[in-house]
């Protein structure tokens, strides 16, 4: 079986070369992760997993000690006044222990009838400082990136983007670079089969004058069905949670403000196929002039339980 | 000016309040398990038996208990060498709200993480099949 997903062409440019081969390396990607979900539907349901639902905002779960998850995710987005856009973020992330997680993320993009480019990459961390599960749980995140300004995965947004930013074809906004320190307070609550989530999102430039800059996020989900079914099943309720997500900007330091700033209202569902895959969706929707009036998220992600066993045991 | 500061402070302030609202609700929790008064002001409604008979509740715990726990408690829950014995004499005679709060909690220090990503529903068909085990 062949998949076919034709994500454009590539215009003679000086880095054609090199766009060629990337637009390879995506194209590639996107077969194998629509092969690779097509797959797993197919093998058999061992059990089900209660898992995250949202892309941009964090809960305060940390990813359990040990294992790994991989989770390439893409957004194809449709701005007014620039060309489409799909891109990916291709996330790695791992349990420390019960109270440290670490993930590292892969930008890349592809801009339709511009090129392809590798954008950058983020390293993050997440603690969680209080032992116990709370009315409000607190979890503290810090992340360096390094990215160009051809970044359009729209992780989170701060400060005045706006989709003004992407009107720029790649071969002027890849030679810019930033180093960027991110930190943010994620605070999350567990209500009758409720998860809502909070974070608030602090970011400064390294290596660019600049002020902090600020932004927001915040998700409401829910499982379809609270209780779990003694069958093992891979349609039920049970492995379907649904959710929404709002995003956008607080300004800088010195402007402290909604107005001017994009924001952004996301309907999510996630589907838990077994207990180490998820597949994602996500519509999402631009709140105003400034934002990208829609763009539709989606991704998969694979666990991989006790991951640090495997390696200890791979090296004995 | 004054603007971005008091927002500034507005959201600093409903921060740091709400961070220590639930640092002391946290105190409190932890000292009703660790003086074994765990069956005052607990949420009770997650541990409803919510499927129905207890047959259906501990075989849905089972189902749950492979998919979240079997990786470290090992299959047979005996334990390996990251989880404790399930079948051991301070789980088996613990009240199910004791592990019910141990489940929600984690032992975050022990390396057990959270599990209120799970619903209430779910942690107590997870007690009621280890339950089971004695």
């Not at chain 1, 005045?160 to 670079?177: C, G, I, Q, V, Y």
């Not at chain 1, 989900?221 to 891979?234: F, G, I, K, N, V």
């Amino acid at each position: 079986m062949t998949f076919i997903i034709n994500i454009g062409t590539i215009p003679p440019l000086s880095m054609a070369i090199t766009a060629n081969e990337i637009r390879k390396v995506v194209q590639t990607l996107l077969r194998v992760v629509a092969g690779f979900g097509l797959l797993l539907t197919l093998v058999p349901c061992h059990v089900l997993a209660g898992d995250e639902v949202y892309f941009v905002t964090y809960s305060h779960h940390m990813e359990e000690p040990g294992s790994l998850e991989i989770a390439p995710s893409f957004i194809f987005g449709v701005p007014k006044t620039s060309n489409r856009f799909l891109a990916n973020w291709t996330e790695v992330e791992y349990g420390v222990n019960a109270w440290w997680t670490t993930e590292f993320y892969l930008d890349s993009q592809k801009t339709f009838r511009d090129s392809a480019v590798l954008t950058g990459f983020r390293w993050e961390h997440r603690f969680r400082p209080l032992a116990n599960e709370h009315w409000i749980t607190p979890v503290f995140y810090f992340e360096y990136e390094h990215l160009s300004d051809a970044e359009k995965t729209l992780k989170e947004v701060v400060g005045f983007d706006s989709r003004k930013d992407f009107d720029e074809s790649n071969a002027d906004l890849r030679p810019h670079t930033k180093d960027e320190f991110e930190t943010k307070l994620i605070l999350g609550s567990s209500y009758r089969g409720w998860n809502i989530s909070e974070n608030f999102i602090a970011e400064k430039k390294l290596n660019q004058d600049g002020p902090w800059e600020f932004g927001y996020a915040a998700g409401v989900s829910r499982s379809l069905r609270l209780s779990a079914t003694s069958r093992e099943c891979r349609w039920c309720r049970e492995n379907f949670l649904a959710g929404v997500e709002f995003y956008g900007g607080l300004g800088t330091l010195d402007d402290f403000t909604l107005r001017g700033t994009s924001h952004y209202a996301a309907a999510i569902l996630a589907w838990t196929v077994s207990d180490r895959v998820t597949l994602r969706v996500s519509p999402t929707l631009g709140l105003n002039s400034r934002s990208i009036p829609y763009m539709m998220r989606f991704g998969i992600s694979y666990e991989i339980p006790r991951f640090n066993r495997q390696i200890r045991g791979l090296l004995r | 000016m004054m603007r971005p500061v008091l927002w500034t402070f507005l959201a600093m302030a409903t921060a740091s309040a709400l961070f220590y609202s639930s640092a002391v609700q946290a105190q409190k929790t932890s000292l009703e398990v660790s003086h074994g008064a765990e069956a005052r002001n607990l949420p009770s409604r997650g541990l409803q038996n919510p499927s129905g008979s207890q047959e259906e509740a501990v075989a849905a715990g089972r189902k749950l208990y492979r998919a979240h726990c079997a990786q470290c408690h090992g299959f047979n829950a005996r334990g390996q060498d990251r989880g404790s014995d399930l079948h051991s004499a301070s789980i088996q005679n613990s009240p199910p709200e004791t592990l019910f709060l141990i489940l929600r909690n984690g032992r975050i220090r022990k390396g057990m993480p959270s599990w209120s990503r799970l619903p209430d529903q779910r942690l107590s068909q997870i007690v009621a099949y280890l339950k089971t085990l004695r």
